[in-house]
């Protein structure tokens, strides 16, 4: 009998080791990474560490609080990140554009954002163009595989396509291309640093809504929970851009 309760004993130990292992994993949360594109301000990473900071990092993060995931970043580029999210599980690129050719590869979560797509020029450049087919001639900068790259482009105009706007920004002031292709919300942060350099807007192209694009095979759980993470920042105030 002894012997026979001390089996019992060790196995009933190692049976409690099991539970509070189990209990353990449930509570971890799960980890979602978000891949983010440079844009001044709202996420800038290190050139060593690639720690990515700004302002988007701590309202990221309480996304992930609060749809009940830990948010790992990562920066990224637009045409690297599509592959990357399409391709890794529980990944999602923050802040892309929605499109008809995009809607299938990505589950989708937002609105994040609304801004005006613009073309910007040199402050001392004193041309004036009236509408895109004046641009014929003229070099332009865009991201690679952006939005506005493909509005060029079903325009017929060439695109020099690179891979961050920051990129594009130094080419532009470097008279390396006359026009730079992008969105009111990255110039926002662009043109407020101390240092900014002296554009003007020469053209609008449209509006721009982002979302977050994640995983094909997202659990619809955990894009429920973001959803509703989302509406509650929007709800705070935190995407300020956001109008009805």
């Known amino acids: 009998m002894k012997v026979l309760r001390m089996r019992l004993g060790n196995w009933g130990g190692a049976l409690l ?3 509070l292992a189990g209990s353990v994993a449930a509570a971890r949360a799960e980890t979602l990474t978000l891949l983010v594109m440079e844009t001044p301000g709202l996420f800038v990473s290190h050139p060593k560490t690639r ?5 988007g990092v701590p309202v990221f993060t309480r996304l992930g609080a609060l749809a009940g995931v830990d948010v790992r970043f990562e920066p990224s580029v637009t045409a690297r990140a599509m592959r990357d999210a ?9 802040g892309l554009a929605r499109t008809p050719e995009r809607e299938a590869h990505f589950k989708w979560a937002g609105l994040l954002a609304r801004s005006r797509l613009v073309l910007m020029a040199r402050a001392t450049d004193s041309r004036r163009w009236a509408d895109l087919q004046a641009l014929r001639g ?11 790259a493909g509005r060029l482009h079903a325009a017929g105009l060439p695109v020099e396509e690179v891979a961050s706007d920051a990129i594009s920004l130094r080419m532009l002031m470097a008279e390396r291309i006359d026009l730079w292709a992008t969105s ?9 640093r101390p240092d900014a350099p002296r554009l003007r807007e020469a053209l609008e192209l449209g509006v721009l809504e ?15 929970r973001l959803n509703a993470a989302l509406a509650q920042l929007v709800r705070e105030g935190q995407f300020s851009t956001v109008k009805p």
């Open 138 to 148: 003229l070099r332009i900068g865009a991201i690679r595989q952006s939005v506005v």
């Open 86 to 94: 399409e391709q890794h599980p529980n990944t999602c690129i923050v």
């Open 17 to 19: 080791m099991l539970l």
């Open 210 to 224: 982002s979302f977050l694009a994640c995983h094909p095979q997202l659990d619809e759980v955990l894009l429920t």
């Open 184 to 192: 009111d919300l990255t110039l926002r942060y662009e043109l407020a």
């Open 51 to 55: 720690v990515v900071e700004g302002r």
